[in-house]
Nanobody, 116 residues
Framework: QVQLVESGGGLVQAGGSLRLSCAASGSIFSINAMGWFRQAPGNERELVATITSGGSTDYVDSVKGRFTISRDNAKNTVYLQMNSLKPDDTAVYYC??????????WGQGTQVTVSS
């Protein structure tokens, strides 16, 4: 089992920045890729960014150039640096870990609200 705890959400004005953190515990040796997802009211959950154990990253087009995903293996933590935030970025952000066996683990989510 893997436990994930997100933090760092909040209220920010458009153009501002936030950094989300996702701390992993438990069977962390089993973790392969990790990612950030978000879900706005009335919308499906969408993938925002992913990072593999080797450090390869990928982003949804809408956040490219504004968001950066990174991981600190020593701290078992994944980060999402979000710059130039827009009201459309308002959502609950979730961290997800994928194990080498293809199992998925989710955090509880953290709210990000961007005011115009």
């Amino acid at each position: 089992q893997v436990q994930l705890v997100e933090s760092g959400g909040g209220l920010v004005q458009a153009g501002g920045s936030l950094r989300l953190s996702c701390a992993a515990s438990g069977s962390i040796f089993s973790i392969n890729a990790m990612g950030w997802f978000r879900q706005a009211p009335g919308n499906e959950r969408e993938l925002v960014a992913t990072i593999t154990s080797g450090g390869s990253t990928d982003y949804v087009d809408s956040v490219k150039g504004r968001f950066t995903i990174s991981r600190d293996n020593a701290k078992n933590t994944v980060y999402l640096q979000m710059n130039s935030l827009k009201p459309d970025d308002t959502a609950v952000y979730y961290c997800r870990a994928e194990s080498h066996l293809g199992l998925f683990y989710w955090g509880q989510g953290t709210q990000v609200t961007v005011s115009s």
